[in-house]
């Protein structure tokens, strides 16, 4: 099993909405990601954690506020966000972090539309 | 700071014809990535290549990594219309940043 599953799959929010986007994935890995990607541009990395605990930010706006409350979930908590924050959001994971050869994996990503 | 560049960034290609999207990146790495992604599709991991020299190939995709250049190559052989997407090269930096390539949108036509 190499799912990594994010809900929701479509956000619309308004600027003073509070929101979270969940990421859950069950292959052991112990580094969990999220990026943003705007159309047509890569992904831009957002957050790492590695084993439970914020490894990077990416000078990332605290609108913007990652969680992790176990080893298999990751969420991103949304709060006063811009309609230029609308994107497709991205969890990733991968094997224990430093280990040759780890393979990122992708859930399906969220849409965000902030209006 | 980190940068990842492929060309060419567009790329419109026959049916059955042979090219290759290129990716340079500045910084020393040992390992690069190659993703697949369809239009509204999450990325889909094509490759890994660990070391100077590494070649992998899958089926009409070969991709290949020279770390003394810093330079990755995806070669497509006899292209086919289920080839078209976007391919983007992942360079790892400092144990698990990723950080991905501008991105090539291929299009094969018949």
């Known amino acids: 099993d190499t799912e990594v599953t994010q809900t929701p799959k479509h956000l619309v929010m308004g600027m003073t909405n509070k929101k979270s986007l969940k990421c859950e994935q069950h292959?052991?890995?112990?580094?969990m990601y999220w990026y943003k990607q705007k159309a047509k541009k890569p992904p831009e990395l957002m957050f790492v954690y590695s084993y439970e605990k914020l490894s990077i930010n990416e000078s990332v706006p605290s609108r913007f506020s990652p969680e992790c409350p176990n080893s298999s979930l990751l969420n991103l908590h949304l709060h006063a966000l811009q309609p230029e924050d609308s994107a497709l959001y991205l969890c990733a994971s991968s094997q224990a972090p430093g280990n040759s050869g780890n393979t990122i994996y992708f859930g399906e990503g969220s849409w965000l539309t902030v209006v | 700071e980190l940068k990842v560049e492929q060309n060419p960034l567009f790329l419109s290609m026959q049916e059955g014809k042979n090219y290759t999207i290129y990716c340079n990146y500045s910084t020393t790495s040992d390992r690069l990535y190659w993703y697949r992604q369809d239009p509204g599709k999450s990325l889909e991991s094509l490759f890994v290549l660990l070391s100077n020299g590494a070649v992998k190939q899958e089926g009409r995709l070969m991709a290949s990594l020279d770390t003394k250049a810093r330079l990755s190559t995806l070669h497509i052989t006899a292209a086919v219309h289920d080839l078209s997407a976007t391919y983007f090269c992942?360079?790892?930096?400092?144990?698990?940043?990723?950080?991905f390539g501008t991105g090539t949108s291929l299009t094969v036509i018949p």
């Open positions: 992942a360079v790892v930096y400092t144990g698990n940043q990723f950080y």
């Open positions: 292959m052991g890995h112990r580094a």
